[in-house]
Structure formats: structure tokens, C-alpha cells
């Protein structure tokens, strides 16, 4: 592969150097399409394209990943490399982002629902680094699991208890009172999942200026707090779960305009201290007055 191959491949794709990016396809991928196909997209998807630029790298699922858009910032082109710089993926597809409300911001600023070190596996503005984003209840949300070596689960990945998050405590983003609880929903065996309970066992607390945190995926029956109750800043509500409409132990965190999440809109969330986190990130609970640098940190 050419030196820096990696970093200039938005170059490459649109040069047309079809023969040596699909040499570094991966077999599984070259078995999903054959040369022709992939020359024939690509070159229809280059037709309008001036230039590539890389918005984002990142390390995501054990694949370093890379997200290139178009001058026009409406076409998008994802690859995938694994750790001997195979390409283990290529995508094509429309950049749809939603300038307007990427511009609201939520009036109180939040801390992460957690208190130790957690991993960003869904978050961003944009639905590759966010599967959230297209849909509007739920646009700015995160999907925080705990991880340890690249891995989320120690020995068999059919167990609950061999994911690190769950049973790990669950706190207060911000005070608030707490207007819905709902628990008593079984978790899920690990790869299975309750579209008939999409949130699970949740919690949803009413902050100043009516904004509405939810927590969602709780373990069955750790929720702590109840309806009416008031709860400060990083007060347990409780432990992780893989309840709901989930495939592993992991949390989901969003605040909106509204106490129904179904007829709510996800606010983008202001954190203390400028923090911005996304996808590939690791997060920890960042209080008002806890130095930045012990709360957020890029990889």
C-alpha cells in the first residue's frame, strides 16, 4: 500500500485508482461485489465530486475508520481498515446532516450519567458516528458502554454479567425531579432484544428551563428514585442493564423538550466545561467544579 494510503484515500477513490483500492479489499468484501461493481459505483458516485475531505478518523470496533465527504458536504464515502490496513468496508451514502437543530443546544448544562470511565459507542452529529441522528426523538443521544481492552465483555458474550457495564451504577446528570420511572422489565440475553419495550426500564427527570433527561436500559428492578422524587447532580438512580430494545449492557442518554419521549425533540447537549464528546471518545462524570482534563479524554 502506498505511504499514507490511509490518509489521502478520499484522493485515490476520486482519481480512480479503482484497481489498487480493490486490491485492499478484504476477501468477505471482494465476495459482496466484484471489480466491476464497485468501479461502476464508484464512478457514477464521483460524477458531480470536485474534492474529498476526512471530517473524522477514528478507532471503532477494533477498525480504523475514516469519513471523507464531498465539497458539497451531501455524499459521504466510509472506509474501514483493519489492524494490517486491509479495508474491511467501503461505504457510499448521502451526508444528511440538520444544521438547524444542531444549533439548539439544551439552556442547562449536563454531566454524563456515570461515575467511572465509560466508552462513547454511539454519539455525534452525523449517523455514521450516531445511529440516533436521522430521527429526530432521539438525534442527540449517546449509547455509553464500558469497555476494557477493546472489548466490552470478558469471556462468553452471552452472559449479562461478563459485560463490564452492567450492574454499574447509573447517576443523576443534573438536579431535577423525577416525573416517569418505569422498571420491572427483564433483561435481554446478550444479541436479543425487546422492540416491544423500546427504552426498557428508564428514568426520566424534569431540569430547569423544561428540559427532560432520560436514562434508559436499566437493570430490572435497581431503579432506586421513584415519581416526585428530587435528585442532585451524580445521586445514584441506578445500575446499568441490557433491558429493552438492546443488544448489550449499555446506557442510553438523552435530553429533550418533552417528558414523552415518543412526541419529544433530542436536544444537543451542552456539557460542563466545553466538552463535546462523540463516538470513539471515553467519558467520565464531569462535574461543574472537576478540572477538564480529569473528565474527557480523546483517543
Given at each position: 500500500?502506498?505511504?499514507?494510503?490511509?490518509?489521502?484515500?478520499?484522493?485515490?477513490?476520486?482519481?480512480?485508482?479503482?484497481?489498487?483500492?480493490?486490491?485492499?479489499?478484504?476477501?468477505?468484501?471482494?465476495?459482496?461485489?466484484?471489480?466491476?461493481?464497485?468501479?461502476?459505483?464508484?464512478?457514477?458516485?464521483?460524477?458531480?465530486?470536485?474534492?474529498?475531505?476526512?471530517?473524522?478518523?477514528?478507532?471503532?470496533?477494533?477498525?480504523?475508520?475514516?469519513?471523507?465527504?464531498?465539497?458539497?458536504?451531501?455524499?459521504?464515502?466510509?472506509?474501514?481498515?483493519?489492524?494490517?490496513?486491509?479495508?474491511?468496508?467501503?461505504?457510499?451514502?448521502?451526508?444528511?446532516?440538520?444544521?438547524?437543530?444542531?444549533?439548539?443546544?439544551?439552556?442547562?448544562?449536563?454531566?454524563?450519567?456515570?461515575?467511572?470511565?465509560?466508552?462513547?459507542?454511539?454519539?455525534?452529529?452525523?449517523?455514521?458516528?450516531?445511529?440516533?441522528?436521522?430521527?429526530?426523538?432521539?438525534?442527540?443521544?449517546?449509547?455509553?458502554?464500558?469497555?476494557?481492552?477493546?472489548?466490552?465483555?470478558?469471556?462468553?458474550?452471552?452472559?449479562?454479567?461478563?459485560?463490564?457495564?452492567?450492574?454499574?451504577?447509573?447517576?443523576?446528570?443534573?438536579?431535577?425531579?423525577?416525573?416517569?420511572?418505569?422498571?420491572?422489565?427483564?433483561?435481554?440475553?446478550p444479541g436479543e432484544?425487546?422492540?416491544?419495550?423500546?427504552?426498557?426500564?428508564?428514568?426520566?427527570?424534569?431540569?430547569?428551563?423544561?428540559?427532560?433527561?432520560?436514562?434508559?436500559?436499566?437493570m430490572k428492578d435497581?431503579?432506586?428514585?421513584?415519581?416526585?422524587?428530587?435528585?442532585?447532580?451524580?445521586?445514584?438512580?441506578?445500575?446499568?442493564?441490557?433491558?429493552?430494545?438492546?443488544?448489550?449492557?449499555?446506557?442510553?442518554?438523552?435530553?429533550?423538550?418533552?417528558?414523552?419521549?415518543?412526541?419529544?425533540?433530542?436536544?444537543?447537549?451542552?456539557?460542563?466545561?466545553?466538552?463535546?464528546p462523540i463516538q470513539?471518545?471515553?467519558?467520565?462524570?464531569?462535574?461543574?467544579?472537576?478540572?477538564?482534563?480529569?473528565?474527557?479524554?480523546?483517543?
Amino acid at each position: 500500500m502506498k505511504k499514507h494510503f490511509k490518509e489521502q484515500f478520499g484522493r485515490y477513490f476520486l482519481d480512480g485508482e479503482f484497481d489498487e483500492i480493490y486490491g485492499k479489499t478484504a476477501k468477505s468484501f471482494q465476495n459482496l461485489v466484484s471489480f466491476e461493481q464497485f468501479r461502476e459505483l464508484s464512478l457514477d458516485y464521483n460524477s458531480d465530486v470536485g474534492s474529498y475531505t476526512c471530517i473524522m478518523s477514528n478507532t471503532f470496533q477494533g477498525l480504523d475508520r475514516h469519513i471523507w465527504v464531498d465539497d458539497t458536504y451531501s455524499k459521504a464515502v466510509v472506509v474501514a481498515f483493519d489492524g494490517q490496513d486491509i479495508i474491511q468496508a467501503i461505504y457510499l451514502k448521502p451526508f444528511e446532516t440538520y444544521p438547524n437543530s444542531d444549533k439548539i443546544w439544551t439552556k442547562n448544562t449536563y454531566s454524563m450519567p456515570i461515575n467511572d470511565e465509560w466508552y462513547v459507542f454511539w454519539g455525534g452529529t452525523n449517523e455514521f458516528i450516531n445511529y440516533h441522528y436521522p430521527y429526530e426523538q432521539q438525534r442527540y443521544a449517546y449509547d455509553l458502554v464500558k469497555m476494557v481492552n477493546n472489548e466490552t465483555y470478558k469471556n462468553s458474550n452471552r452472559q449479562n454479567e461478563n459485560y463490564f457495564a452492567f450492574g454499574a451504577e447509573v447517576v443523576a446528570p443534573a438536579d431535577g425531579v423525577v416525573v416517569e420511572v418505569l422498571d420491572g422489565i427483564d433483561d435481554n440475553i446478550p444479541g436479543e432484544m425487546d422492540e416491544k419495550n423500546l427504552a426498557g426500564n428508564y428514568c426520566i427527570i424534569e431540569h430547569e428551563h423544561n428540559e427532560y433527561s432520560m436514562i434508559a436500559h436499566f437493570m430490572k428492578d435497581s431503579i432506586c428514585v421513584k415519581t416526585g422524587d428530587k435528585v442532585k447532580a451524580g445521586q445514584l438512580l441506578g445500575l446499568c442493564g441490557n433491558s429493552g430494545n438492546s443488544s448489550e449492557a449499555h446506557i442510553h442518554f438523552q435530553v429533550m423538550d418533552h417528558r414523552d419521549f415518543l412526541e419529544a425533540k433530542s436536544l444537543r447537549v451542552k456539557f460542563h466545561h466545553g466538552e463535546e464528546p462523540i463516538q470513539g471518545d471515553f467519558v467520565k462524570h464531569s462535574p461543574a467544579n472537576k478540572p477538564e482534563s480529569d473528565t474527557y479524554n480523546k483517543i
